[in-house]
């Protein structure tokens, strides 16, 4: 990467109380808990309560990663949110989250990319950091899928949780911080994974509801085949343009859908797992989330020490991807 070098600061995580397990989902649809685990990983997820919405969630975790930082909210030139779950259509869950913070100096956008969306989050607030127009950015990742989840669709429910992930940015010491980012995107492959509903395509009516439009739609086959695709894909274009070789991983954070998913894409890095963060069992798929939670967790438990290489990688609607290189 050109220009003044850009690393994480501060990590942090949120994710709510409530846990919807296997069991409670086997008396809600035709499944089980034997069908959820082999094919998914998945044991449980967590649900927002009623009261909370994404910038709750996304204040939790943002506080969490300030603390860590050791900045305080009103240094912050920048708050990104990654989500497709805002608060409401606008103003953005990012300016919800700004005026929560009480971070008076910061501009504040959403950005939407789906699960790959907290890494095109890095990527556009480091280049801010890179090019010294800015000395700190905060990112996050935060979605409450319960909200978008259809409980009586048994191909999506069992995947999704909620929660909400952050990290500060800022300069680092030269050697260190981000190498690389590979982001790219196919919108050839938009119907796989949408909300079709509730836009200016086809507005929220008596009708959108009646066929539930508003709910997450997957053709899950497809996107399965396009994540272990991509991860591999992605990974590896992050390696080369950061000079790397898969044997200089210390560390994968991967994004959270599917433990198959995760274990493909270790087989084609040569990877065992004791090289990658997985907790798909315990929250499920998180979308923009899953990958700060995953990377804040790595960093609490201790698996992240000062010089270790780290792979950030994800996929998502859109369809899109993306992959960071980073030195901690
Ligand atoms: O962040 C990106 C978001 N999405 C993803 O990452 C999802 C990627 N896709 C996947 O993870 C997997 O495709 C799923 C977990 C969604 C499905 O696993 P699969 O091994 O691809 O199953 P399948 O779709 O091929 O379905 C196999 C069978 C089907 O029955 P038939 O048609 O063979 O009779 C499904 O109806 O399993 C059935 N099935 C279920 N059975 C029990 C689908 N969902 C369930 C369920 N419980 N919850």
Request: charge should be negative.
């Amino acid at each position: 990467m050109n220009g003044f070098p850009v690393g994480i600061l501060g990590t942090g995580m949120y994710a709510p109380e409530r846990r919807l397990t296997n069991q409670e989902l086997e008396t809600m649809v035709e499944t089980s808990d034997e069908w959820i685990v082999s094919r998914t990983g998945i044991r449980e997820r967590r649900i927002a309560a009623p009261e909370q919405a994404t910038s709750d969630l996304a204040y939790e975790a943002s506080l969490k990663a300030l603390a860590a930082a050791g900045i305080s909210a009103d240094q912050l030139d920048l708050i990104i949110v990654a989500t497709i779950t805002p608060d409401m259509f606008f103003p953005s869950t990012a300016c919800i989250l700004q005026e929560k913070l009480g971070a008076k100096k910061a501009a504040a956008f959403d950005l939407s990319a789906a699960c790959s969306g907290f890494i095109y989050g890095l990527a556009n607030a480091a280049g801010f950091i890179a090019t010294g127009a800015y000395q700190y950015a905060l990112v996050v990742g935060a979605d409450c899928l319960s909200r978008i989840t259809d409980y009586t669709d048994r191909n999506t429910c069992i995947l999704f949780g909620d929660g909400a992930g952050a990290a500060v940015l800022g300069r680092v010491p030269e050697g260190r911080g981000f190498r690389s980012f590979e982001l790219g995107a196919d919108g050839s492959g938009g119907e796989l994974l949408n909300i079709r509903g509730g836009g200016s395509r086809l507005p929220a009516s008596e009708k959108t509801i009646a066929e539930r439009n508003h709910y997450i739609y997957m053709n899950g086959r497809e996107v399965f085949k396009f994540a272990v695709r991509v991860m591999g894909n992605a990974a590896e274009e992050a390696l080369r343009k950061a000079g790397l070789g898969k044997e200089d991983i210390d560390l994968l954070v991967p994004h959270q859908a599917n433990i198959r998913i995760i274990q493909s894409a270790l087989e084609r890095l040569n990877l065992p797992e004791d090289k990658c963060l997985i907790n798909v069992d315990r929250y499920g798929n998180m979308s923009a989330a899953s990958i700060p939670v995953a990377l804040a967790e790595a960093v609490e438990e201790g698996h992240v020490r000062e010089g270790d290489r780290l792979v950030l990688v994800g996929f998502g609607g859109g369809l899109t991807w993306g992959a960071s290189v980073l030195v901690w």
